[in-house]
């Protein structure tokens, strides 16, 4: 199963190798064991499945929210769903002495399609925004991206911000967010400022986000007129984590050539990527399958993945440049395009 | 008072109010089960990856594993034990699941029959590869699945009638 | 073929007894019992594979708050011996008579004390007032530690210069058998051909849905210790308790509650430890795994090598056999031969091969320890040779189907003696099957033609679609005894306590069955309680496919028995002879006289001790009968498994589209029943086939500790799976019964390999692997792709 060299698991074995970056990004060191090393002092071996103690807030407004964290600081950790950061305190990889649960604070959540927007606020349920009546048809990538998104019952209570404010490379709402030039608006101690999703999603885990500050909703811009999209996915079983995924879309010309096309990724490096080259190789050009194939190889050659326990770096770049291809079939199909030249 | 020791905390289960102690830090399901004595909603995972904490909250199904205890204040919460009352005779869903075979164990149960009525309550009569893939959220070792698909059909089929 | 009488409650698809409770989420499971009172474990495992401890400080962890005690494997040594490896002695002396077998002991200590030998293992622990607490405290231990050279697979340990790890045992070998019949050398020389093929059967691991947990209690003014744990084998853990702890077993009461799911067995440091403290502290004290521990060392699992040789004619006939394979163990090889002999035992199947030789050996590494998990060691032995057999199909131009036709051992040669004794020392002999038989029956079902013919138009279409057959034969029914008891109470209801310890085989339900055929009351009548040490002397528990055969006969004798008591009870009372008697609801009455009768309260009172005993001579008071069966040997289920399946040769992605079994398991109990222990078998050998492995770096560090990595099959992965049935009644105990909770595990990585290879026909690509992930299929299609040069060769599948 390809060499895993950048993998350790001396605590605590599992996750994903992602998710360990992130607890060391904040946390204590911790000391790789080597036979080399002289004796050393470790932190002892998972297995932990408890969290360690913490202080927990549920502020009743965004106000609140905001000056708990500015008063806590590095102590604290803002909470929306727990899908990702249960775990992570259960596994003691997060140690905040401070929850501040956003769950609580009204006017953070709804979703709404006016026209070419769609309007989010953070704290929605991914499920609602995948059971949004009339969003499914206008644009299939994102409840197909949703859907991605572990099962209904994670969706149930994950929201649409904490995913992105949690940034892990393979979390779908990130190649969405990008695809759909999504811009963030974040208010923190300093106020309120509004962020493209391109310079909202930096790496591993790592984000815009200054200290203190809370990401409270986003505006997507979906497509109209002649226009297809299709989010496909790699994941060994249905709901895990994305080997590689891909969301396509594609606005079709009057003549039926391409006029504009979004392609983005996810699970193919430390953070989701929209591959311009991709992009522009595509527009202008009748949709068939030598182009998607030429497109596929165009985001190949941009791609550098990682390798973990489930694929190596080359099979990732591998895959994604099937799914590229086949999304783009996809999304060309759904916008009424791409008959004779086999868009298949 | 330090601010992670146990406090009381009050969550409406089944319809009834229960009160307890935790700090802030216990899981939802360890709450149920420790504090509460709800022992039906079973721990299999704590990563929220096997669906045997599986509860519905507000209507919803939830990993309990994936909750704090304190979150759920204010809620409506629902276990196993609230689809058919002690003594009462037994919910559609369970009814189903026993005459189709669709438990071995039954230690992973109690989490499909939740996630089973959420899924009768969305789509009455699911086809089965709906059933597969709105249950693949569930593990189950022993059973192999093919029983638990026979049981929703069969669950939705009584449920039907029911309501007929 | 026989057919089950419809007026017998064996063979019914009877609604299951267990499930009113389980359902109910009123299931009792050992995290559900609570002692008040109790305090909360949690273990220190050692983060390395192989290290010296250099110092271990819990004095830290004292401090913390919530936390009662630490101990370290300095405090237990000298106060809680070692493990017994019990298997060790069901190596009779006869079997080490007829086959050259070798076991080394090796004790295991329940907490590492100096040094550790897997990542994982216990190395100290603490008692809190709740868990949370207790991790609180294991993360204040200071623990240092040296690491050693890790020992990841059994071909470092073997190579010269590698570190002994035990040194009782002088080498890395802990045990090795090895057995042989013809002349193997003259058979291979003689050959026209000769296939070698090197087969590797990864690591898994059983993963029940309900982790390990213990719980005990230790009664100060009686000296009893009372311990509820998840364990199929209650009895064996009272004898082990009982040698580690130095107790007398009388003074050890072990209870086995509900369990959800065992998948097999295994010996762990726990089951001792949390007793020790409860004892120590004067406290009940309980523990339960969490999902990380479990993946850490819980019931891993096969981890095989096989180097395979097979001799064979034009026509693809096996000729001779020859296997040499290596177990990787784990650290300690806890259970001797018990794996390693079930693989040579099985290894040929239902295949007629009589020269052959095999010969294994169990090498311990730096991992954890392995367990018999269901099928053990059987998958190993299937996949190889029914993989073996295709690659002989393809060089000879058969289709799968026609080698195995070719090979099959004739129904008229059952029952057959082996060549070789079962591992119980006695005579291995297939006792009952039509293997040929259940061949057809499997194919025609599946429409194996059909798919066959469609092939071609499939792959036109560029879909890859593939078909694999697998078989297999299980000695179940495995000794050496069960008991039971059976009951009659003043209100004439049965009660019937087993030393079976049924963790999802509904036993509850088939032995109610059994025992209302026998005494002639219906099962609604009937209790089946087990797992609880104090209510029957002996007992052995449920693994090896053993209940339905060892405690199916056990119930159905000793119901009889109590029948037959209760009918001659009932005949002193109303002057009659028992057999003008019959038993009904009421009571018993007879036959032909009319309101001559008698209630089971009367019976009972006259059955009591005392003035009013009516009794007649010879019999003693009370009715209860307690029985041990002792089958005599292993009584040989088979299967029969077609799988298809179908590849995306651009990502390496398989998907089972049909899978079908056609299984003997002798007399039905409860046919619904069988059918589900099929069909779960099936669904975690897709899993070992498909998704399931138990990796480790270079320094064996587990890396596949969280379900996001160590991946089960959900719904969504596993296809509908139909079974068909034969009956092939067991004459190896009175009820014709076999076992059935291994076999659907045994074939499905063969079948499904074999239907990958097959999807893929035209590249000649070669599995000779387990697990099948994604990547290593596509790395094989890109091999193939890039042998295949100028030259294809259209395979002609007749």
Known sequence: MGACARRIAVVPVGIQASSL?????????????????????????????????????????????????????????????????????????????????????????????????????????????????????????????????????????????????????????????????????????????????????????????????????????????????????????????????????????????????????????????RVAAAEELLRGRRPTAELFAEAAAAVQAELDPNSDVHATADYRRHVAGVLVRRALATAVGRAGGGDRDGAA | MIATAPREVVLRVNG???????????????????????????????????????????????????????????????????????????????????????????????????????????????????????????ICRCTGYQNIVEAVRYAAELTREAAA | MTTTASDTWVGQRLRRKEDARLVRGAGRFTPDIVVPGALHAAVLRSPFAHAEITSLDVAPALRVEGVVAAFTGADLAGRVGTFVEAAGKEITPQLQSLVDVEVKSCPLSPIAHGRTLWVGQPVAVVVARDRYAAEDGLEAIDADYEPLEAIPDPESALRDGAPVLHEELGDNVAARLAMASGDVDAAFAHAPHVLRERFTFGRSAGNAMETRSVQASWDEGRDELTVWITSPRPHLIRTNLSEMLGLPLERIRVIAPDIGGSFGTGLFGEDALIPYLAMTLRHPVRWTEDRQEALLGTRHCRDQVHDLELAYDDDGRILALRDSFLVDAGAYNLYAVTVSYNTAAHLRGQYAIDTFSIEGRNVVTTKAPVAPVRGAGRPEGVFALDRALDLIAAECGLDPADVRRRNLIPAEEMPRPMGMPYRDGAEMVYDSGDYPAQLEQALEAFGYDELRARQAEWRAAGRYVGVGISSYVEGSGFGPYEGAIVRLDQRGNLHVVTGAKPHGQGLETTLAQVCADEFGLPPERITVTSGDTSLLQFGVGTFASRSAVTAGSAVGIASQRLRDKVL?????????????????????????????????????????????????????????????????????????HVASVEVDPETGFVRVLRYLTVDDCGRMLNPTIVEGQIQGGVAHGIGTALFEGVLYDEDCQLLTGSYMDYLLPTSAEVPPIEVGHQEYLSDLNPFGIKGCGEGGAVSPPAAIANAVVDALRPLRINVNRVPLGPETLLDLIAQARALEGGERREEVVS
């Open chain 1, 21 to 273: 970056r992130a607890a060391r990004a904040g946390a204590a060191a911790w000391r790789m064991p080597s036979p080399h090393a002289p004796p050393s002092r470790l932190e002892p071996l998972v297995s932990r499945v408890k969290p360690p103690p913490f202080e927990y807030l549920a502020p009743r407004s965004l106000d609140e929210a905001v000056a708990a964290l500015a008063e806590h600081g590095d102590e604290a950790k803002a909470m929306a769903g727990g899908q990702s950061l249960v775990p992570l305190l259960a596994f003691r990889l997060a140690r905040p002495s401070v929850i501040v649960d956003l769950n609580g604070i009204g006017g953070l959540d709804g979703a709404r399609l006016d026209g070419d927007t769609l309007e989010l606020g953070a704290l929605t349920r991914q499920r609602d925004v995948e059971r949004l009546p009339g969003l499914r048809e206008r644009c299939p990538m994102i409840v197909e991206a949703i859907e991605q998104v572990g099962h209904v019952a994670i969706r149930n209570r994950g929201t649409v911000g904490g995913s992105l404010a949690h940034a892990d490379p393979a979390a779908e709402w990130t190649a969405l967010a990008l695809a759909l030039d999504a811009e963030l608006d974040l208010v923190g101690p300093g106020g309120a400022r509004t962020v493209p999703a391109t310079e909202f999603l930096i790496s591993y885990f790592t984000t815009a986000l200054e200290p203190g500050e809370l990401l409270t909703g986003l505006r997507l811009n979906v497509p109209n007129g002649r226009s297809g999209s299709c989010f496909l996915e790699l994941a060994r079983r249905h709901g895990d984590f994305a080997i590689a995924g891909v969301g396509a879309l594609v606005t079709l010309d009057g003549d039926g050539s391409v006029g504009d096309a979004r392609v983005a990724l996810i699970g193919v490096g430390e953070r989701a990527v």
């Open chain 3, 568 to 640: 001659a009870v009932a005949g002193e009372l109303l002057e009659a002879s028992p057999a003008d008697l019959v038993i009904g609801d009421e009571g018993v009455a007879s036959r032909d006289v009319a309101d001559h009768s008698v209630t089971f309260a009367e019976i009972h009172s006259a059955a009591a001790p005392g003035p009013k005993s009516r009794l007649p001579a010879g019999l003693e008071p009370g009715l209860a009968v307690e029985y041990y069966f002792v089958p005599p040997t292993v009584t040989f289920a088979s299967g029969t």
């Open chain 2, 16 to 138: 009834v109010e229960h009160r307890g102690f935790a700090e802030p830090r216990v899981t939802l399901v360890d709450f149920l089960r420790d504090e509460l004595g709800l022992t039906g909603t079973h721990v299999g995972c704590e990563h929220g990856v096997c669906g045997a904490c599986t509860i519905l909250l507000d209507g919803r199904t939830v990993r309990s594993c994936l909750m704090l205890a304190v979150q759920a204040e204010g809620h409506e919460l629902r276990t196993v034990e609230g689809l058919a009352p002690a003594g009462e005779p037994l919910h559609p869903i369970q009814e189903a699941f026993s005459e189709k075979h669709g438990l071995q164990c039954g230690f992973c149960t109690p989490g499909f029959l939740m996630s089973v009525e959420e899924l009768l309550r969305d789509d009455p009569d699911p086809s089965e590869e709906t059933i597969r893939s709105r249950l693949s959220g569930n």
